[in-house]
C-alpha cells in the first residue's frame, strides 16, 4: 500500500472507504445499463401486468403495442415518464378497444377540423321516444338504412338535439345512443363518388333540378368549393355526357335509371380525376358534406369532445346489425324490408386507382382510423415510414366545457 494506508488504523480506513467507492460506482453503473437497456435493448418489456411488444424503426422511434396504450388509457399502468415529447406511437386497429371504447379517447380539434364538423351546438338525429334509442347519421356509412329502420320500424323521427338535452338522455334516461361506421378507404371512395355527382354542372340547370328549385339553389351556394379543382369537371358540362362515360350504352338507352345497377365502363377517366383531386387534397375543406371524417359527425363542434355514444355498429353489416337492435329493443323486422339504401353502382373504377393515392386516403383519414381503432388495409400497412399512418397517445390540457385544467388529459389522434 501507498504511503497514505500506512499504519493500522489508516489501514483499516482505506479498506471501508474503498469498499464505499467501488459499491458506489458499481450502483451507478448498474443504474446507467438499466436505463439504458430499457430505452433502446430489449424488444419486450415488462410493466408489472403483462409483456408488451414495442418496435424500434430505422428512425429509433418505438412503436407501442395497442395492449399496452390502452392499460395507459385505463389508468392501469403509468405513462413512461422519460418520453419528453409526451406522445406514444401506436398502430391504427392495435387497441383491444371496440370503435364506441375508442372514440371516447379520442380528441378532434375543433378550430382545425371545425370545416367538418356540421352541427356547433347541436347535433342532428332521429330519435326514437318509444324505444329510448338515438341514431347519429354519418353520410356514407349506411345512414339511408338507418334512417328508414328508424322511421318504419323504431318510431323515430329527426330533430336538432342540444348538448344538454343529449347527456340527460343517455347518462339519466337511459336512451342508447348508436351510429354506424365502416371503413375509411372505401367510404372515402363513396364520398368522393357521391360528392362528385352533387356538385356537378347539372345540379345549375337540366332535366335533374327542373322541379327541384332548393336542390339547384344549393348548388349555386355551394359550387365554389369545388372551383379550386377546375380539372374534376372538364368535358362533363351535362348530365348526359357524364353517363356516357360510365354506363354502358345498352343500359343507358333503356333508361338513366338502369345505369345505377350495373358495373361502370369507366376507363380510367373518372379516376384519372379523383387521383389528382387526392394529390391536391389536404383534408381540411371538404367541398360536400358526405366528405367529412366520420368522427366529426361524432364530436361536439365547441369542445371537440366525443358523443356519449353506447355502440357503433359495422356499416357493411348493417342489416344485421339493425336486427340486433331490434332484438334488443323487442322489435320485430319482417323479412327483407329493411335495406333502403342508395345502392349505386360506384361511377368511377377503383381498380383504376394507384397504391400511391390509396396510401393518400389512409393519411387523409388518420383520425377516423385512429379514433375509431380501424385497422389499416394492406396497402397503407406496407407503406414506407414517410408514408405510413400511425396514431398517437398524447397528453393535452385537460378540457371542462370551455375551461382549461392545468392537469394534462390522455387522449387519441393521429401522429
Known sequence: MST????????????VIGTFA????????G???????SLYQPEEFNR??????????LDGEIIYDGEYISHILDGELPFPVNNNLKRLKFRPGSLPLSSAQSLQKCYINSTRYGNQIPDKTVMLASVSDTHKLIYRNIPKSSSSTARHAMKDFFDGNDRRVKHDELELAVHQLDYALISFVRDPLN???SSF?????????????????ADKPRVKKWYFENKYKVEKYPYLYEGLPTIGHFRKVYCPPDELSISPLACNDVPSIENGTLAHRFERFVRDYDGREPFDVHMNLQVSNLVWGVTGNPLPITKLYNAT???????????EKGVHIPDGQLTHGRRITRRFN????????????CRLMALDYCCLNFELPEVCRTADDDEAVFCALDKIPKREGDKIDIFDELVIQQW
Open 4 to 15: 497514505v494506508c500506512s499504519g493500522h488504523r489508516a489501514v483499516l480506513a482505506c479498506l
Open 22 to 29: 467501488i459499491s458506489l460506482s458499481n450502483v451507478i453503473i
Open 31 to 37: 443504474h446507467l445499463a438499466y436505463n439504458l437497456s
Open 48 to 57: 408489472g401486468l403483462s409483456t408488451f411488444e414495442r418496435i424500434t424503426n
Open 187 to 189: 367510404r372515402f371512395y
Open 193 to 209: 363518388d357521391e360528392s362528385f355527382f352533387r356538385l356537378g354542372p347539372w345540379m345549375g340547370s337540366g332535366p335533374i333540378v
Open 317 to 327: 353489416e348493417a342489416d344485421k346489425g339493425w336486427l340486433d337492435i331490434a332484438h
Open 350 to 361: 377503383v381498380s383504376k386507382v394507384s397504391d400511391a393515392t390509396k396510401r393518400k386516403i
